[in-house]
């Protein structure tokens, strides 16, 4: 039987590590050839070997992906060797967590660049492949803090209503050219970058011990629960629906 992503090329931007690791392992077994851009090489690479060796289509390309030159560079090297891209994947993200008076200007800028920018940059520079194949399904990763505000996360939430409307916007642009642009929303997911978003709120004084996560959503989420949402918005299955935003958060977002 085939795959829900069968004979289709996908890029995953952070998809070395946490969410789009679990993502880059399911949209390969899924029937993908798997492209995946992130600056940490060394896991990158790893990964890159592990789904080769068990029989995958992959390549791995080292971007700072909130770099022109570099996400061209490392776009144009996953089309070379898997071919055109109809599958992308914005994933890649950080967070800064501070009181709001003691962020800083770099700190604005460094988080909208790996976060916002990096989401313009690969979907322009994707955008014109999924146009000559009259068909691409683009997925972001958006958050629950586009729609609920976290005390120390200001800039992050901004961010990431920009995310948001990103996606909305991409969709309605191209909807009648073959086009699909969608936004997964995690909550709280049990992943490098989730850990530390804990450790560093706790420090701040803001709950999200595991009495108050549970209380919230239920259980802290898994990496996988994030990528089977962008694969359901990856594949045909989904070819009704742009424009979405899917929360993946335990019923964080229904209270």
């Known amino acids: 039987m085939a795959g829900r992503l069968h004979g289709k090329v996908a890029i995953i931007s952070g998809g070395a590590t946490g969410c789009g690791a679990a993502a880059a392992r399911l949209f390969a077994a899924e029937g993908a050839a798997v492209g995946i851009i992130d600056r940490n090489a060394a896991a990158g690479q790893a990964l890159a070997e592990e789904l080769a060796a068990a029989g995958h289509r992959v390549t791995f390309a080292a971007a700072d992906v909130s770099k022109k030159d570099q996400v061209e560079a490392a776009v144009s090297a996953v089309s070379a060797a898997l071919g055109p891209v109809n599958v992308l994947f914005n994933h890649a993200g950080t ?4 009181p709001f008076l003691e962020t800083e200007e770099e700190d604005w800028d460094f988080l909208f660049d790996v976060n916002v920018k990096s989401m313009y940059l690969m979907t322009r520079a994707v955008l014109p492949q999924m146009l000559a194949q009259g068909k691409g399904a683009i997925v972001c990763t958006s958050s629950i803090s586009a729609v609920y505000a976290t005390p120390m996360e200001v800039l992050y939430d901004a961010t990431k209503g920009a995310c948001h409307m990103f996606a909305r916007a991409i969709a309605v642009e191209f909807r009648d050219r073959g086009i699909r642009c969608n936004a997964v929303c995690p909550g709280f997911i049990d992943t490098p970058h989730g850990q530390r ?3 560093e709120l706790t420090a701040h004084g803001v709950d999200v011990s595991d009495a108050a996560i549970k209380a919230a959503q239920g259980r802290f ?4 629960d994030i990528a089977r949402a962008a694969l359901f918005l990856a594949s045909d299955e989904a ?6 935003q899917l929360f993946v958060d335990g019923g964080f977002s229904a209270v």
């Open 95 to 98: 967070i800064v967590i501070k």
């Open 197 to 199: 978003e804990v450790k």
């Open 221 to 224: 989420g898994q990496p996988e």
């Open 239 to 244: 070819d009704f629906v742009t424009g979405a």
